[in-house]
């Protein structure tokens, strides 16, 4: 049988590079990114989905909007930052939180079924929730941006450069959903666990992004 912290789906050379690109705004403004947050949700929020949330992948991003007075709906956090453990302060800060925690295990380079299941619970409690991955969550904001509600925002780490900002927007939807079925693996199934069909993400470029 198929363990739960093995990998559905992992991202294959040829794409890269492609995942190097920030999909959003850089900033290492905190006020101006909760600013947009908030109009994204004035802006993109549909009365047919849950109310948006604010998803943070990484635990710099975490912790940054938590000092800010905002914490996210839901946080995925691994201990380290580039690779390297997270200041101590940080990690301190991050430990010192109440809300409910979920743990997981998933792979660098990789989407467990895990994880996302975990990200799906998530999204679905009106409580935040912390995903404490052991491994890494450098994929995380993909399956993130899919199954946000419209109206919600992303915030990931760019290393180096500060905090990608993805409002999620049937546009920003139809570019997370081509990138995530370029992944290697069962995609079906990791749709299956974030409670998704491949035709139910939005790709109306009408509505327009961000």
Request: net charge negative; hydrophobic share 40%; proline share 7%.
């Amino acid at each position: 049988m198929t363990d739960a912290s093995d990998p559905l789906l992992t991202l294959p050379e040829s794409l890269r590079d492609a995942f190097k690109e920030p999909l959003g705004p850089v900033t290492t403004d905190i006020s101006a990114l909760l600013e947009a947050v908030d109009e994204t949700r004035e802006r993109h929020a549909s009365p047919e989905e849950r109310s948006p949330r604010l998803i943070a992948v990484g635990d710099v991003v975490t912790y940054h909007l938590r000092e800010a007075g905002r914490a996210p709906d839901a946080a995925l956090v691994d201990g380290k930052t580039e690779r390297e453990a997270v200041r101590e302060e940080i990690e301190t800060a991050l430990a010192a939180t109440e809300e409910r925690r979920i743990a997981v295990k998933n792979p660098a380079a990789g989407l467990s079924r895990a994880l996302l299941d975990a990200l799906a619970e998530a999204l679905a409690t009106d409580e935040p929730v912390t995903i404490e991955v052991a491994g890494e969550e450098d994929l995380a904001a993909l399956p993130a941006m899919l199954a946000a509600p419209l109206g919600s925002t992303v915030v990931y780490g760019q290393p180096g450069e500060g905090m990608v900002r993805v409002a999620i927007t049937p546009e920003t939807r139809q570019r997370a959903r081509e990138l995530f079925e370029g992944l290697a693996g069962d995609t079906a199934t990791a749709y299956e666990a974030l409670g998704l069909g491949p035709d139910e993400i939005d790709g109306d470029d009408s509505a327009g992004a961000e």
